[in-house]
């Protein structure tokens, strides 16, 4: 089983639309958890952070479920400018261990 | 501000050349990171410095040489690479250990290399 899997899309959805993404890890004792948002020959750029309680920044609402190793990220009223690749990210462990990467999920937002 | 900045943006090398990498980060982060990443590929982990010493080499062969001067610069010293090693180079930074239990990596623009 891989460490941390995603859905790769593509996803394409038209504008105003909300979309979800979804992502298992299969490490219990994973300590940490990111989203990253990636545009096409440029760097992975943080997103959010998950906690267990969930968070929500605008537009953007992550989930954390531990029991179910699954993390998820919701985007509402879609605009262009969120076409990227997402990228779930987790850090198996406290400190600055390696951090594993999902092979992303791409995101076309169409007018 | 959470700017790493990385030069140079582009660098073509053939293969008996002789380039460096550099990294710069101003945020008091003592953890710093290189990535290699391919096309439709995530990052993949090389180095990992941690109060500028290096804590993790993920077997990375000896023509890449990383250096860490100080808190806040990092360098990548390339020799006689390969074709294969064409990529975009990512220089990472994020807090340690001892501060917080948060460890978002923020990353640099990167490098593209091309080797010929």
């Known amino acids: 089983r891989k460490e941390v899997e995603q859905d790769p899309g593509p996803f394409n959805v038209p504008e105003g639309a909300t979309v979800a993404f979804n992502c298992t890890y299969s490490?219990?004792?994973?300590?940490?958890f990111f989203w990253y948002r990636q545009d096409c020959r440029k760097e992975p750029k943080l997103l959010m952070s998950?906690?267990?309680s969930g968070n929500e920044d605008g537009r953007f609402t992550a989930q954390l479920n531990r029991a179910s190793q699954y993390i998820s990220l919701l985007i509402r009223d879609s605009k262009l400018s969120d076409s990227a690749t997402y990228l779930c990210v987790v850090n198996p462990a406290r400190g600055n261990t390696p951090l594993v990467f999902g092979k992303g999920t791409r995101l076309s937002v169409i007018a | 501000d959470t700017e790493v900045t990385q030069t140079p943006k582009h660098l073509v090398m053939g293969m008996t050349n002789k380039k460096s990498l550099k990294c710069e980060q101003h945020m008091g982060h003592r953890a710093m990171y290189w990535y290699k990443q391919k096309a439709k590929k995530p990052p993949e982990l090389m180095f990992v410095?941690?109060?500028?010493?290096?804590?993790i080499n993920e077997s990375v062969p000896s023509r890449f040489s990383p250096e860490c001067p100080n808190s806040s610069l990092l360098n990548l010293h390339l020799h006689a690479l390969q074709p294969e090693d064409s990529a975009l180079y990512l220089c990472a930074s994020s807090q340690t250990a001892t501060r917080g239990n948060s460890y978002e990596q923020y990353f640099g623009p990167g490098t593209r290399l091309t080797v010929t």
């Open positions: 490490n219990s004792a994973s300590q940490s």
């Open positions: 998950v906690y267990s």
């Open positions: 410095y941690s109060y500028e010493k290096l804590s």
